[in-house]
């Protein structure tokens, strides 16, 4: 039961373009997004988030929306930097449970 | 401040055997999570711990996993018998209670039961 759903497995980017990183999910419950960046032999690292009575937070290059109506995020970076390749995970949270989309792979190149 | 420490870093095992994973949360932080990552569901909630109290354990897999947090500074998580599907990298993370849902992770422990 994947009720948070990141479709994109992988996303390559050109360095100094944007990034836009997908997340889709099943639960209206969810009132809480957050974005998380991992890298290899890394755990992840948290990266922005956005509660569900907003639709836009901003935070430097990244920027989170929120489109509760299809229930979907998305996470924007711009410019990206070769440093942004990681793999981004979404996560969603209801009542005291934080559940993660399986992760998006983002490799920008130089 | 040191982080969450895990160990040990890569662990391989027969199937069959004991394994347990270790974790030392952030000092002050009054939750612990154990998930686990693998290829095809990303990352799984194993259990999470308030106050070294389990509140929530219904990820775990089935009766071959345990996890205890003895004190607020320690948490094991433990497979008996392993078996090769429960080959992944096991992460522990540790948060404050303070709304945020800011886990600060370990770098975790890739298993790889043969």
């Known amino acids: 039961d994947q009720q948070v759903k990141q479709n994109s497995p992988s996303l390559s980017v050109q360095e100094g373009r944007i990034s836009i990183l997908n997340c889709d999910y099943t639960n209206s419950m969810f009132d809480y997004f957050l974005w998380y960046k991992k890298y290899p032999a890394e755990g992840p690292t948290f990266l922005i988030s956005?509660?569900?009575?907003?639709d836009k937070n901003e935070d430097g290059r990244f920027t989170v929306f929120l489109n509760k109506s299809a229930k979907h995020l998305s996470l924007h970076i711009v410019p990206s930097q070769p440093g942004d390749s990681a793999v981004y995970f979404c996560a969603a949270i209801r009542g005291n449970k934080l559940v993660f989309g399986a992760g998006t792979i983002l490799r920008v190149k130089s | 401040d040191a982080g969450v420490i895990q160990s040990p870093r890569h662990e391989v095992t027969e199937m069959g055997q004991e394994v347990t994973l270790r974790c030392k949360p952030i000092?002050?932080?009054?939750?612990l999570f154990w998930y686990r990552q693998t290829m095809m569901r990303g990352l799984e909630l194993l259990i999470y711990?308030?106050?070294?109290?389990?509140?929530?354990d219904s990820g775990m897999p089935e009766d071959r996993f345990s996890a205890k947090m003895p004190n607020a500074s320690f948490s094991t998580l433990k497979i008996q018998p392993s078996e090769p599907r429960d080959s992944a990298v096991y992460f522990c993370?540790?948060?404050?209670?303070?709304?945020?849902?800011?886990?600060?992770f370990g770098n975790g422990t890739r298993l790889t039961v043969t």
């Open positions: 711990f308030n106050n070294n109290v389990p509140i929530d």
């Open positions: 993370a540790s948060s404050l209670s303070d709304g945020s849902w800011t886990l600060h």
């Open positions: 000092s002050g932080h009054n939750s």
């Open positions: 956005i509660s569900s009575i907003k």
